[in-house]
């Protein structure tokens, strides 16, 4: 979705499939903001603006920050969930690494894509790549290749990293891109984000990227999302994946959504909180063709 527009674009998760041979895109020292201006503001000025309003916000500004091991966070225009992945990351303390788990909006580069920049910039801020783990990821990970090109014009993760950044300066992130997949064929990368979480423990943050059902009007866009949201906090990764194959539930997260739960469920299951749930009618008063957000605390 365009942040700053009366148009509203939303963009589905397209099912790619990286073919042999397929060269990988060369490694820029650090990847340009793509989104800004679009899915959020253009200038440093203006996000401060925004983040400072977001966060002072009674819920938000309330909050007490706690240990977690994951977060789902939407990822749409900011005046559509801004106040949701606010106030869902409030609630936490953001370590050092920060691993980004989202879907492919687009057909560009590798199936399943973990960023080979040394960095990404921001209009206001540079962010480190931890490149350590994601080459670590890319080791333990069979089919998830270190390249560029899927996170060029991909806004799953960038959108949500001024919010990152926020609740820690300091942080290094790990982006990652995941296209088509059955259920699985997510156990390689459930196994190397367990791996990851036995090296870094309470160092590490997962964060899912994911809007919720797309564009059923506003009741039935509800009904879908509570049918997944049900298996989600039952901590169910196989009954929230089939839950949404058969009601055409088209949470565009899904894939890093099971694989998150699958990794934590290896270590000890995770107790899930949804923090808030909104659709875009709120904001544009257009109740006949939603999009769903949710953020989410998994302990």
């Not at 060369?26 to 903001?33: E, L, M, T």
């Not at 994601?134 to 069979?142: E, N, R, S, V």
Request: proline fraction near 7%; glycine fraction near 6%; charge should be negative.
């Amino acid at each position: 979705q365009w942040a700053n527009s009366g148009a509203e674009v939303i963009a589905f998760q397209r099912q790619t499939i990286a073919f042999p041979g397929t060269p990988s895109t060369p490694s820029p020292a650090s990847r340009p903001a793509a989104m800004a201006g679009k899915f959020y503001p253009a200038t440093a000025a203006e996000i401060k603006t925004e983040l400072d309003d977001f966060f002072a916000e009674p819920t938000a500004a309330s909050a007490e920050a706690e240990s977690c091991r994951a977060v789902m966070l939407p990822h749409a225009g900011w005046k559509f969930c801004g106040d949701i992945i606010a106030e869902t990351l409030a609630r936490v303390i953001v370590p050092e690494i920060v691993v980004v788990i989202g879907p492919k909006h687009t057909p560009n580069g590798a199936n399943w894509s973990v960023s080979a920049s040394e960095s990404w910039q921001l209009p206001h801020a540079t962010i480190p790549v931890a490149t350590k783990w994601a080459t670590f990821l890319a080791d333990h990970c069979p089919g998830l290749q270190r390249e560029n090109a899927a996170h060029q014009a991909e806004h799953g993760c960038e959108v949500l990293l001024p919010f990152l950044h926020r609740r820690n300066p300091k942080l290094q992130i790990v982006p990652i891109a995941i296209g088509a997949a059955d259920y699985d064929d997510l156990t390689p990368l459930a196994e190397a984000l367990a791996a990851l979480r036995v090296e870094l423990g309470e160092k590490l943050l997962l964060v899912i990227s994911s809007d919720m059902n797309h564009f059923a009007d506003d009741i039935e866009n509800r009904r879908r999302d509570a049918l997944a949201l049900e298996k989600f906090q039952a901590n169910d990764p196989r009954g929230l994946f089939d839950v949404c194959r058969e009601n055409d539930i088209s949470m565009c997260g899904l894939r890093p959504a099971v694989a998150v739960m699958l990794a934590l469920k290896k270590e000890s299951p995770p107790v899930i909180e949804v923090t808030r749930y909104e659709t875009s009618a709120r904001i544009t008063s257009d109740t006949h063709r939603v999009v769903g957000y949710a953020g989410a605390l998994l302990r």
